[in-house]
């Protein structure tokens, strides 16, 4: 079974900086895309950012120009730098990619666990 453990989540201040990590492990031939997605406390899950693999990322509207989402293809890794951050961005942050375990198998999506990001004074 494909497993995808995020990394990163802290405390941080407003203005602050940090990066996420999401490796994922297991049964993998082919990544097709990797995604970070958050829900604030109660609030609905929404997406963040999006690779697909030697794509042009993708980002919510909310994020664009202080996130930034990157993929180091040899460690199957996905990470997101978040910088000038806001209280706003407090939320779980979860992982998901659609991968595919072999040459004949078809893709399934996959989620993490999903790491805390708090932003505040």
């Known amino acids: 079974q494909v497993r995808l453990v995020e990394s990163g989540g802290a405390l941080v201040q407003p203005g602050g900086s940090l990066r996420l990590s999401c490796a994922a492990s297991?049964?993998?031939?082919?990544?097709?895309?990797m995604a970070w997605y958050r829900q604030p406390p109660g609030k609905e899950r929404e997406s963040v950012a999006s690779i697909v693999t030697d794509g042009i990322p993708n980002y919510a509207d909310s994020v664009k120009g202080r996130f930034a989402i990157s993929k180091d293809n040899a460690k199957n890794t996905v990470y997101l730098q978040m910088n000038s951050l806001k209280p706003d961005d407090t939320a779980v942050y979860y992982c998901?990619?659609?991968?595919?375990?072999?040459?004949?198998?078809?893709?399934?999506?996959?989620w993490g666990q999903g790491t805390q990001v708090t932003v505040s004074s």
């Open positions: 297991g049964s993998i031939h082919r990544i097709v895309t």
């Open positions: 998901w990619s659609l991968i595919s375990e072999s040459w004949t198998s078809g893709y399934k999506d996959y």
